[in-house]
């Protein structure tokens, strides 16, 4: 499930059930709790929260009401102690109605604007940038799923680095340049590097690389153009570069190490290694967009929701960055959020992850 960024958390009367509402009381209870459990990790007993609590009740009442909350599937003891910790559904309805968050500060705003728009990055560079604040402000892994790089070609130019080496240099439509180095034939000399260039400048003719590549490609096995064979071995490198790939784009992943940090047991490493290698699918990225597109701002994911973290304690905090923010309908680019414990601070990473998006959002737009 997901919930829009602009949703308030509140403390009132909430359905745990249809039978079954949860009070002023139990809710703050439940609060108390989660906040706990996310500033420490360690079960929460009742004397603690008699001293947290903004009403007076006794250890005894307040134990009472954590029963119920167990009961209603809320919490659950991790072992013999008498603290608890709140169950996936628990911080679901945590997030969902008892959450309260602000705004971020002016300050906060213009230091990920500054990160996001250095000059002089390419726009992969950009976003892995963001995925890399991202990771450092949860404290968890930063994903990012880039956009297929679609925009009509304006000039390409291959340039010599080292023998063996070149650098292909593209600059789009929209005035994104991108870099990318390739292997050319060792002894190949500058000409073929110039000739190169020109025969895709050519062709290209303010066509994306995917439209044109089938076509030069069918050129050059037909033999109707005039090209030498190290030439051609260029050009084959060079499309290669870019063209192609799945329609969901390209991951980025940063900081997956923090995930990895404070498990307990293999089982719990071999499950967030399979996550890592689910990610790389096409399939599960094309899965992840869907899940972003779902509402109009951050979407989150708690445990097994959302049907890629099976049982490994993670949750995800993910939000689509569109072109033209503001209009209606506008295009879904990409994605952009955190995987986490499931204990990470909600209340500090969904606005971080809604203006992110946000900026990304206008920078492609």
């Not at 899965?287 to 708690?302: D, W």
Request: aromatic share 4%; with cysteine; charged share 20%.
């Amino acid at each position: 499930m997901g919930i829009p960024f602009s949703t308030a958390g509140r403390i009132g009367a909430l359905p745990i059930s249809p039978q079954t509402p949860l009070d002023h009381r139990a809710g703050a209870i439940l609060r108390q709790i989660v906040e706990l459990y996310v500033e420490t990790g360690v079960p929460v007993g009742s004397r603690t929260l008699s001293r947290r609590l903004p009403v007076a009740l006794s250890p005894a009442t307040i134990r009472n009401a954590m029963a119920d909350l167990e009961e209603a599937g809320l919490l659950y003891a991790p072992h013999t102690s008498a603290g608890r910790l709140p169950t996936d559904r628990g911080l679901r309805l945590f997030v969902d109605g008892l959450l309260e968050f602000g705004d971020l500060a002016e300050e906060e705003r213009d230091a990920i604007t500054a990160r996001c728009a250095a000059a002089g990055r390419s726009m992969q560079d950009t976003l892995s940038e963001a995925g890399t604040m991202l990771s450092g402000l949860a404290g968890a892994a930063g994903l990012v799923i880039a956009p297929k790089g679609e925009a009509p070609v304006r000039h390409i130019e291959f340039v010599g680095l080292s023998p063996g080496r070149a650098l292909v240099v593209l600059v789009t439509a929209d005035g994104q340049v991108e870099n990318r180095v390739i292997d050319v034939p060792p002894g190949l000399p500058p000409a073929a590097l110039v000739q190169a260039g020109n025969f895709l400048n050519a062709r290209l003719g303010g066509r994306t690389l995917d439209e044109a590549k089938s076509d030069i490609a069918t050129e050059i096995e037909t033999h109707r153009s005039q090209l030498d064979a190290l030439t051609e071995q260029v050009i084959a490198a060079g499309l290669a570069t870019w063209a192609g790939g799945g329609s969901a784009g390209s991951l980025i992943l940063r900081g997956q190490s923090r995930l990895l940090r404070n498990l307990e047991g293999l089982a719990q490493v071999q499950q967030i290694e399979a996550l890592f290698e689910r990610l790389e699918n096409e399939e599960t990225m094309l899965r992840l967009l869907e899940l972003a597109q779902r509402g109009t701002g951050v979407q989150i994911f708690i445990g097994a929701e959302n049907g890629l973290f099976d049982s490994a304690g993670l949750s995800l905090v993910v939000s689509p960055f569109r072109a033209a923010p503001g209009v209606e309908r506008p295009r879904v680019l990409g994605a952009i959020g955190v995987i986490g414990p499931t204990r990470i601070n909600y209340g500090r990473i969904i606005p971080v992850v809604d203006y992110t998006a946000r900026v990304i959002g206008r920078m492609l737009g």
